[in-house]
């Protein structure tokens, strides 16, 4: 009797084991289909141009980051006391200007690779990726910081040399929110995007 309920504890353990493994290697996978991504969209970059990466991007972005998450660190104290219609337009503001932060930043492509480490480290209840785009001569940490949600694991916050995106958004954001709010931020983000794209 010993022996079976042994063998069968080993059993169950061994089941558990490519579960638990694979729980720990979604976070890394989700940044490593992100960069996949993104590397194939900057191989199109030139015939694309920047509308066509930011149109391909969009279901991209909005599929791996938590957006609303995202911009509700973004905003600030401010976020609470603003109206849910408000919320939700600044969350479509600031995803639009993000995915067009990326169609900017990564425009086309000259022999860069991006690199992710497997092991994923953690910081509370969220995963922390450790990940770099290699250029010729040159190398970015771009590490993604993560949380779980219904959908699944999804961006938070990316650093890149350690230098948290959130964090510098939300000092860049912090004047236009004090004088007006989200509204004044979504109609300035949408401006500052639109002229980017007639260009």
Do not use: C
């Not at 009797?1 to 976070?27: D, G």
């Amino acid at each position: 009797m010993h022996k079976l309920t042994t063998a069968l504890a080993v059993m169950a353990l061994a089941a558990a084991a490519p579960a638990a493994a694979k729980e720990a290697s979604e976070p890394a996978a989700v940044v490593a289909d992100f960069n996949a991504s993104l590397l194939a969209t900057m191989k199109e970059g030139k015939a694309l141009g920047l509308q066509g990466r930011t149109a391909k991007l969009l279901p991209l972005v909005k599929a791996t980051h938590d957006m609303p998450a995202m911009t509700r660190l973004a905003a600030g104290p401010v976020w609470a006391a603003t109206p849910p219609a408000q919320q939700a337009a600044l969350t479509d503001a600031f995803t639009r200007h993000s995915v067009i932060a990326y169609a900017v930043n990564f425009a086309s492509f000259d022999g860069q690779r991006f690199t992710v480490q497997p092991k994923v480290g953690t910081r509370g209840a969220d995963a922390l990726v450790h990940a770099a785009i290699v250029s010729k001569g040159s190398t970015t940490a771009l590490n993604y910081r993560l949380h779980q949600t219904d959908g699944g694991w999804r961006i938070v916050d990316v650093f890149a040399d350690g230098i948290s995106q959130i964090a510098v958004q939300r000092a860049e954001f912090a004047a236009t929110l004090k004088a007006g709010g989200a509204a004044a931020l979504t109609a300035k983000l949408a401006a500052a995007d639109d002229s980017k794209l007639r260009k």
